[in-house]
């Protein structure tokens, strides 16, 4: 490829507007330019970029067998029905009308549509199956981000596993752990596999894979001595043993020993006893329910809906909470509407029989469910890990770091199975579910995260397996026919060896040329020049280290192999 053929709109400064790195990279180096917000058309080098991006993901997913697809970007309402997330996706999917008046979405993942094929899987013997794709996801995100980073529309690798049984699941959970960890050390990326929550897509355990980086949106608990890692929607920590933290004391309310309010009940978990618990009511999956957590850390609707498994929640409003008190017996009719947290908090005084045990370790805490029955919470998944707390697992003090979530699986059990019906035969002819794990990457953000992490002053720094090209000839003087020459024939070797180049042949300054390789960070540089020509050498830099090096012309080829 010829410098001068291609289209590389380099800017000579940063764009304003923005702020992470890899956004100000792609955009100077001309890499990527914004259609609107979240939406960016990928211009030739950053095309080359997502390819060899691509490529690794694709080789890792053949070596766990998986089989490639592809899938409409465009779906009927109706198969989303099916699965109950027309409703629970909300208004970050895309929906519009065709001109027969059908309801259409854009697809925002794909387990409803890879599962509607695998209905026709009829038999065990077609088990385990792992089936991909690469393609374009729509998210109406609210607040799209940092270039690539969050786009309303990106491809992602999402693969999808069928199996007969729990351990074919783990095996294939497995297998893509794997195979994620050599796909983010082939891009270069240091990822790190934390627990997380599975949020709409349901399911009971997921992996998140972490890239530690300033503009990461997400938060990652890590404690450095035993290597547990959570993000911190999931993440638990050891509660202190003593009082040690300020909070509004309330004397009045211990006078009696024993359970008497949320307070006493906070101690029984091992809390202290005048930290202050917020209470606060939220609908559950249409159920009223009282949730507790410690007053210092802010709910995160995440975390309660994983610690609930409610896929639909939302704060209480104060005349539903009024209502179902006043369906109450006793006292509790008597409480007046003050906000939600003071009201529950209120209502739960001296009321201890809604209280069903409570141990220190895993408490179960029977929430009130004031209207009909009861939503369990975890105590501990309800609480926000801060810096410094103690691991629950080891006891020493845990570290929390900002990471750009990078890739995301699943284990999504029989909730596909069931609302679209996949099924097969096992060996003694009857018909059993199929049990799911649905995985992804985004390779966009794959390409942003890489550049989060290889970047310095002059411009990205690609490591060499993603780089849009390998070398750059640099001709030094190409008004000197000779030098031109030399150059030519090194471009025509290196290509005849295979090596992806590019030459950089424009009527530029050499300086100008050097600060558009480093800009767009190629790994090597093959500089040819009247001087070096003279002593039958080209000038090797290496982008990464900065280091040069004179290597006779006919060598050139293999330093850069
Ligand atoms: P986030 O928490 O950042 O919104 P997510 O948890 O919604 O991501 P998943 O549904 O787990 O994302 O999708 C799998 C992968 O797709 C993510 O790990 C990420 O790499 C990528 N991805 C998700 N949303 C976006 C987006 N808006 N822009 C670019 N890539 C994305
Ligand atoms: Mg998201
Ligand atoms: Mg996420
Ligand atoms: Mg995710």
């Known amino acids: 490829m010829r410098w001068s053929q291609m289209h590389i709109p380099t800017l000579r400064t940063d ?49 766990i067998g998986a089989q490639e697809f592809m899938l409409p970007a465009m779906h009927p309402r109706e198969v989303w029905e099916r699965s109950g997330r027309w409703e629970v996706m909300g208004e970050e999917m895309f929906r519009l009308k065709d001109r027969k008046g059908a309801d259409l979405a854009l697809g925002m993942t794909h387990e409803e549509i890879f599962g509607t094929l695998a209905t026709e899987l009829s038999s065990y013997k077609q088990l385990p199956q792992i089936w991909y794709q690469f393609q374009t996801k729509f998210r109406d995100e609210p607040r799209a981000k940092a270039g690539l980073m969050r786009t309303r529309e990106f491809t992602m690798k999402d693969s999808y596993s069928f199996d007969l049984a729990a351990e074919g699941l783990d095996a294939a959970f497995d297998r893509h752990h794997d195979a994620y960890v050599r796909i983010f050390r082939r891009l270069g990326i240091p990822a790190i596999p934390v627990e997380a929550s599975s949020g709409a897509m349901g399911g009971s355990a997921s992996t998140e894979f972490m890239c530690p980086a300033e503009v990461g949106e997400d938060l990652v608990v890590h404690c450095p001595s035993c290597g547990y890692a959570a993000n911190i929607e999931k993440a638990v920590s050891r509660l202190p043993e003593t009082a040690d933290e300020p909070g509004p004391a309330s004397p009045e309310r211990f006078a009696t020993p024993g359970v008497r309010t949320i307070e006493d009940l906070a101690r029984g978990f091992g809390a202290t006893g005048d930290r202050q618990i917020k209470t606060l009511v939220y609908v559950l999956d249409e159920a009223l329910t009282l949730v507790l957590l410690r007053g210092d850390h802010p709910l995160s609707e995440q975390k309660l809906s994983d610690a609930t498994g409610a896929t639909a929640l939302r704060p209480a409003r104060p005349e539903e909470i009024q209502e179902a008190l006043g369906a109450l017996p006793g006292s509790l009719g008597a409480v007046g509407v003050t906000g939600p947290p003071v009201l529950a908090d209120e209502a739960l005084r001296g009321r201890t029989d809604m209280f069903t045990g409570a141990n220190t ?33 080891c006891g020493s003090p845990l570290e929390v770091r900002k990471a750009i979530e990078v890739g995301h699986i699943f284990k999504l059990g029989y909730k596909y199975a069931d609302a679209l019906g996949i099924e097969v035969l096992d060996d003694k002819g009857e018909r059993t579910p199929v049990i799911m794990g649905s995985y992804g990457i985004g390779v966009e953000r794959a390409m942003a995260a890489v550049i989060e992490r290889h970047h310095d002053a ?36 290196l290509l005849a060896a295979g090596a992806e180049v590019i030459i950089d042949d424009r009527a530029e300054r050499a300086g100008v040329k050097f600060k558009d390789t480093e800009l767009v960070g190629i790994p090597y540089r093959l500089t040819v020049g009247k001087r070096g020509l003279a002593e039958g050498t080209v000038e090797l830099t290496t982008r990464a280290t900065g280091e040069t090096l004179r290597v006779p012309l006919p060598e050139a080829v293999a330093h850069v192999q």
Do not use: N
Request: proline share 5%; charged share 25%.
């Open 15 to 63: 764009p304003a507007d923005a702020d992470a790195p890899s956004h100000r990279l792609l955009l100077r180096a001309g890499y990527v330019r914004q259609l609107m917000a979240g939406h960016y058309s990928l211009l030739p080098l950053a095309v080359r970029v997502r390819a060899k991006v691509i490529g690794i993901i694709r080789e890792e997913m053949s070596r």
């Open 361 to 393: 370790d895993d408490v179960h805490l029977r929430g009130v469910d004031v209207a009909r029955d009861i939503a369990v919470t975890t105590w501990a998944d309800l609480r926000e890990v801060a810096e410094g707390e103690s691991c629950a697992r």
């Open 458 to 493: 002059k411009g990205i720094v690609w490591p060499l397996s993603v780089a849009p090209f390998q070398v750059a000839i640099v001709i030094a003087q190409s008004d000197d026919p000779d030098t031109a020459k030399a150059a030519e024939d090194l471009y025509t070797a």
